[in-house]
């Protein structure tokens, strides 16, 4: 098992930018694949935000966050990093990270089995 934590979340205005990061402990997070989900405060489940491969070589992205969104890593640091840009109201959310053993993005959290408890982002209008 990998703990993960994650840390950046706050109060933001529309168009502003947050940088959020996911700690590991307990475990290298290299060989792990890990996603960004969030769940809105209407939402019944958490949704795909991004994700990245254990090498960082590939990265996929939901629609509604693509150009707006990066996803990135440094393994030698154990972290990865959500940076978010032109932030809108719609993203407000607990965002969460996750971590799997996966040879591929994942953009399921059902393939995931290591989640941090999320932090959360309040994007004002």
């Known amino acids: 098992q990998v703990q993960l934590v994650e840390s950046g979340g706050g109060l933001v205005q529309a168009g502003g930018s947050l940088r959020l990061s996911c700690s590991a402990s307990?475990?290298?997070?290299?060989?792990?694949?890990v996603g960004w989900f969030r769940q809105r405060p209407s939402g019944k489940e958490r949704e795909f935000v991004a994700a990245i491969s254990w090498s960082g070589a590939a990265t996929a992205y939901a629609d509604s966050v693509k150009g707006r969104f990066t996803i990135s890593r440094d393994n030698a640091e154990n972290t990865v990093y959500l940076q978010m840009n032109k932030l809108k109201p719609e993203d407000t959310a607990v965002y969460y990270c996750a971590a799997a053993l996966v040879a591929t993005i994942a953009r399921s959290g059902n393939e995931y089995d290591n989640w941090g408890q999320g932090t959360q982002v309040t994007v004002s209008s």
């Open positions: 307990g475990r290298t997070l290299i060989r792990y694949g």
